[in-house]
């Protein structure tokens, strides 16, 4: 569901103290009956677990990204991260810059910023943008928690904001719809996916026990 930013803005997210040149470009929320407070680190090791599958919409729909990037040069080296974009991770203290590995992005197009007990932040940056996308686990109501997602955005030049701007009705209509029931599915179904893993994770080394996983590392990374 799609939320105002105040619901972003209006949270004590460590994010607030880093990124106050970015503008908040959407919000939204996806539900997770039954979450506890300390469930944060199971959500994100269950969207890892699933393999970064995506709805046809979403699949459809980056695959045309890609292939204007390519024929456009949004993407080439030079106009990414520690290029024409530096990092967020260059503004943070080590008690934040340690709590995840850069290059383990989880087969995700984002790199891992930081992650605590309930949010994490990944980025990426190309010819038109620098984009951080934030994951926070928020109580509901109710007394349960759900999950949320905030994307923040510096554009770059006209050219970004404009960009931006056009592919807000595909974000709203397409994406993030299909997001929701995607991550709402994992959430429901992560006693299997959990399972799952640590069963393919066993499996791979016979004799040896299971080393740490995504949910004994809150926010070590994400998937999509």
């Not at 620098?130 to 007394?143: E, K």
């Not at 056009?166 to 997001?179: D, Q, T």
């Not at 029931?181 to 429901?188: A, G, N, P, V």
Request: no cysteine; aromatic share 8%; net charge neutral.
């Amino acid at each position: 569901m799609r939320l105002p930013r105040t619901a972003y803005v209006e949270q004590p997210w460590r994010l607030h103290e880093f990124a106050h040149d970015f503008r908040v470009e959407d919000v939204w929320s996806y539900r997770t009956p039954g979450a506890g407070p300390d469930d944060f680190p199971v959500m994100l090791a269950a969207m890892r677990a699933s393999g970064g599958r995506q709805a046809a919409p979403t699949r459809f729909l980056l695959a045309v990204r890609r292939k204007l990037g390519v024929l456009l040069g949004w993407d080439r080296p030079g106009a990414g991260l520690g290029e024409r974009v530096v990092s967020l991770r260059d503004r943070l203290p080590d008690e934040l810059r340690d709590t995840v590995d850069p290059a383990d992005s989880g087969g995700m197009p984002l790199t891992p910023v930081y992650g605590l007990d309930r949010e994490f932040v990944g980025e990426l940056g190309n010819k038109t943008a620098h984009a951080l996308m934030h994951l926070g686990w928020v109580p509901t109501g109710d007394g349960g928690h759900e999950l949320r997602m905030a994307v923040l955005v510096k554009p770059n030049g006209w050219f970004g904001r404009l960009y931006m701007a056009g592919i807000a009705p595909f974000r709203h209509l397409i994406v993030y719809p299909a997001l929701t029931r995607q991550w709402e599915r994992i959430w429901l179904d992560r006693a299997q996916l959990l399972a799952a893993a640590e069963a393919h994770a066993a499996s791979a080394v016979p004799g040896q026990a299971t080393p740490a996983g995504p949910a004994d590392r809150p926010g070590a990374s994400v998937t999509s």
